[in-house]
């Protein structure tokens, strides 16, 4: 018996596309492939003639609805899609298309050799780093493997803006041409364009990834490190609490209409759950819910 979802379409998927759908390859192609699934079924559309307009009006819908990352979710549904297509017998073979990001994301592996080698060192000394000096300037807990894996993908982010900035990412050998000639300098500013010229924690984050790899691993400058660290200053948000986006989702939640849903979402999120083969993942879903419900 396929174990209960979250997933809001879950609800409208008609016996024969639940049927086809539990013969997923694995579960993440089949939770991936659930939501577009449910809303091809609500609507009254065959499987059969599924397109990608119908996909991109499914995104529209995750949109309106204040989901996170529709263009993600998107993606992840034609893939999941596609994945059905070859390996589920009935499946209609139709293909997807994703779109594509327009920021072009290189990942780690694409990076310049000298680059990349550069930036694995520079990441091994992170995770190995720790001097036991209460005065050493240097000294620094080191990184657990999570905190490596998302550096490392800082890093790929820090190639792409210096790309945007007029640089070329063939130039990359090291990460002392993250400063030369300024680059940083350029790097930071694109940084900024990207946010609208308002503060945010994600490109203040950034701003610090720069900011560690200039004093603790290339040993920049005392004043490019201090230019480096204003910059950040001025990007880091100035209060705490929600974002202005979280709080007009919020908003727009409290309405009328939406608020009994609001009220009975840790229950009915928690009657979702598979109380007889509970796993840790669940543990910390559950956590969530209380605390929801704590706090309304």
Same mark, same amino acid.
């Given at each position: 018996?396929?174990?209960?979802?979250?997933?809001?379409?879950?609800?409208?998927?008609?016996?024969?596309?639940?049927?086809?759908?539990?013969?997923?390859?694995?579960?993440?192609?089949?939770?991936?492939?659930?939501?577009?699934?449910?809303? +091809?079924?609500?609507?009254?559309?065959?499987?059969?003639?599924?397109?990608?307009?119908? +996909?991109?009006?499914?995104?529209?819908?995750?949109?309106?609805?204040?989901?996170?990352?529709?263009?993600?979710?998107?993606?992840?549904?034609?893939?999941?899609?596609? *994945?059905?297509?070859?390996?589920? =017998?009935?499946? =209609?073979?139709?293909?997807?298309? =994703?779109?594509?990001?327009?920021?072009?994301?290189?990942?780690?592996?694409?990076? =310049?050799?000298?680059?990349?080698?550069?930036?694995?060192?520079?990441?091994?000394?992170?995770?190995?780093?720790?001097?036991?000096?209460?005065?050493?300037?240097?000294?620094?807990?080191?990184?657990?493997?999570?905190?490596?894996?998302?550096?490392?993908?800082?890093?790929?982010?820090?190639?792409?803006?210096?790309?945007?900035?007029?640089?070329?990412?063939?130039? +990359?050998?090291?990460?002392?041409? +993250?400063?030369?000639?300024?680059?940083?300098? *350029?790097?930071?500013?694109?940084?900024?364009?990207?946010?609208?010229?308002?503060?945010?924690?994600?490109?203040?984050?950034?701003?610090?990834?720069?900011?560690?790899?200039?004093?603790?691993?290339? *040993?920049?400058?005392?004043?490019?490190?201090?230019?480096?660290?204003?910059? *950040?200053?001025?990007?880091?948000?100035?209060?705490?609490?929600?974002?202005?986006?979280?709080?007009?989702?919020?908003?727009?939640?409290?309405?009328?209409?939406?608020?009994?849903?609001?009220?009975?979402?840790?229950?009915?999120?928690?009657?979702?759950?598979?109380?007889?083969?509970?796993?840790?993942?669940?543990?910390?879903?559950?956590?969530?819910?209380?605390?929801?419900?704590?706090?309304?």
């Amino acid at each position: 018996m396929a174990r209960p979802v979250q997933n809001p379409y879950a609800r409208f998927i008609a016996p024969e596309a639940r049927r086809l759908l539990d013969q997923a390859p694995d579960r993440h192609t089949r939770s991936q492939g659930l939501g577009f699934v449910g809303f +091809l079924c609500r609507e009254g559309i065959p499987l059969s003639e599924a397109s990608d307009a119908h +996909l991109g009006a499914f995104g529209a819908e995750v949109a309106a609805l204040g989901g996170n990352r529709p263009k993600q979710a998107i993606r992840d549904s034609a893939h999941a899609w596609n *994945k059905l297509a070859d390996s589920v =017998p009935g499946w =209609p073979q139709q293909r997807l298309a =994703p779109p594509t990001s327009s920021r072009a994301l290189p990942s780690f592996k694409d990076l =310049p050799e000298e680059f990349r080698q550069d930036c694995l060192t520079y990441l091994s000394s992170r995770a190995e780093a720790g001097e036991d000096d209460l005065f050493s300037d240097t000294s620094a807990d080191p990184w657990a493997a999570a905190t490596v894996k998302d550096r490392r993908g800082k890093l790929c982010q820090l190639a792409l803006h210096y790309v945007e900035s007029g640089g070329r990412l063939s130039e +990359l050998k090291s990460l002392k041409d +993250l400063f030369v000639g300024n680059a940083h300098k *350029k790097i930071l500013k694109r940084i900024e364009s990207k946010t609208g010229g308002q503060k945010n924690g994600h490109a203040a984050n950034l701003a610090h990834n720069i900011l560690i790899i200039a004093k603790h691993y290339v *040993k920049a400058p005392q004043e490019v490190i201090d230019a480096i660290r204003n910059a *950040k200053n001025k990007l880091r948000p100035g209060k705490i609490g929600m974002t202005a986006k979280n709080r007009s989702r919020l908003r727009a939640l409290i309405q009328d209409k939406d608020l009994p849903r609001l009220l009975k979402l840790p229950s009915d999120f928690i009657d979702t759950l598979d109380v007889s083969c509970p796993t840790l993942s669940d543990a910390v879903k559950v956590q969530s819910a209380l605390a929801i419900q704590i706090v309304l």
